[in-house]
């Protein structure tokens, strides 16, 4: 069963769990992987690092979770 995607989530697990959000992430201006490693951290540090509102970074999940389900 794979990991739930959510705020808490670590950026390393999320992308291990789903390779496609490496790409993901970096499409909306999150860069995720420095020098061929995840960046340490949860997905929200992550994107309050890069200046996501609550509301961006809630909806930036309600995304990765969709794509996740395809």
């Known amino acids: 069963m794979k990991m739930e995607i959510n ?12 390779p496609f959000a490496s ?6 201006g999150l860069q995720c992987i420095i020098c061929g490693e995840p960046a340490w ?4 540090e992550l994107a309050l690092d890069k200046n996501f509102t609550e509301q961006q970074i809630s ?11 395809l």
């Open 7 to 18: 705020r808490q989530i670590l950026v390393e697990d999320l992308v291990r769990e789903y």
């Open 23 to 28: 790409r993901f992430l970096s499409d909306r």
């Open 41 to 44: 951290g949860t997905l929200e």
């Open 59 to 69: 909806q930036l999940i309600a995304d990765l979770k969709q794509a996740a389900s």
